[in-house]
């Protein structure tokens, strides 16, 4: 709207280069002196939940690799990247909203920076480009490491969350395999008990089998029954006298 009202005003000078340049110009410096608010299209009192879903579905929509010819995008992006840095976190968007309010210039200096990892894709980034200027390039290849995990599952940054949770899973697992263990040993030993008391009686059986057959081989039926009767004997002297055989 601005950049038509601008030609119009220019009138016949509209169509050479340098009324071309410096309309584009205007649009440029327009642009950068844009707050953060106005970059990620987000009211001055939106939530950070807003605020992070804003940052991503600008960074999806200006991110480098979809249009690598572009290098409009690569600022666009790093622009974005800044904005969100500030505006994600609480103490740095209360001194951004009183510059704002007084008017005066942000110093991102006086922020102190959010640890991050290095640099996510060597000192010469992705596309070709140097580093950035002292002081901004780690916060934005920070968010863009940020935005690229969170767009492809998470990264692989430490999360205490995650190590509390291996470490239940271990103490899990050392638990229950003692468990099984002592249910394996309990049921070895129990079992064992009992097998080796039933090969004792099988043993006794076949003994007293044997030696019944053997006393059957040695001795008479005459014989088998005078053994008979004298036991019979002895037993009823044995009731006579008092006695329990």
């Given at each position: 709207m601005m950049q038509k009202a601008l030609l119009e005003l220019l009138g016949p000078c509209r169509?050479?280069?340098?009324?071309?340049?410096?309309?584009?110009?205007?649009?440029?410096s327009r642009n950068t002196l844009a707050n953060y608010y106005e970059l990620l299209q987000v009211q001055r009192d939106a939530s950070?939940?807003?605020?992070?879903?804003a940052f991503f579905k600008m960074s999806k929509k200006y991110h480098p690799d979809s249009n690598p010819n572009n290098?409009?995008?690569?600022?666009?992006?790093?622009?974005?990247?800044?904005?969100?840095?500030?505006?994600?976190?609480?103490?740095?968007?209360?001194?951004?909203?009183?510059?704002?309010r007084m008017g005066t210039k942000f110093?991102?200096?006086?922020?102190?920076?959010?640890?991050?990892?290095?640099?996510?894709?060597?000192?010469?980034?992705?596309?070709?480009?140097?580093?950035?200027?002292?002081?901004?390039?780690?916060?934005q290849n920070y968010y863009y490491y940020d935005f690229k995990a969170a767009r492809e599952g998470g990264g692989k940054r430490y999360s205490g969350s995650t190590s509390h949770a291996k470490m239940m899973a271990v103490c899990l697992s050392v638990l229950g395999g003692g468990y099984l263990l002592t249910i394996f040993v309990y049921i070895f030993v129990v079992k064992g008990f009992v097998y080796?008391?039933?090969?004792?009686q099988?043993?006794?059986a076949r003994l007293a089998y044997a030696m019944a057959k053997e006393n059957a081989r040695k001795y008479t039926m005459e014989e088998k029954l005078a053994k008979l009767r004298k036991a019979y004997?002895?037993?009823?002297?044995?009731?006579?006298s008092g006695r329990v055989v």
């Open positions: 169509g050479c280069s340098f009324t071309r340049q410096a309309v584009r110009n205007f649009s440029t950070p939940a807003e605020i992070k879903a290098p409009e995008l690569h600022k666009q992006f790093v622009q974005l990247n800044e904005a969100y840095s500030i505006l994600s976190k609480s103490l740095a968007r209360k001194h951004y909203d009183q510059s704002l110093q991102t200096t006086n922020v102190p920076p959010r640890p991050r990892p290095d640099y996510p894709f060597g000192p010469g980034g992705s596309h070709g480009h140097g580093p950035f200027e002292q002081g901004r390039s780690q916060s080796s008391q039933v090969l004792e099988d043993r006794q004997e002895e037993k009823q002297l044995a009731k006579k």
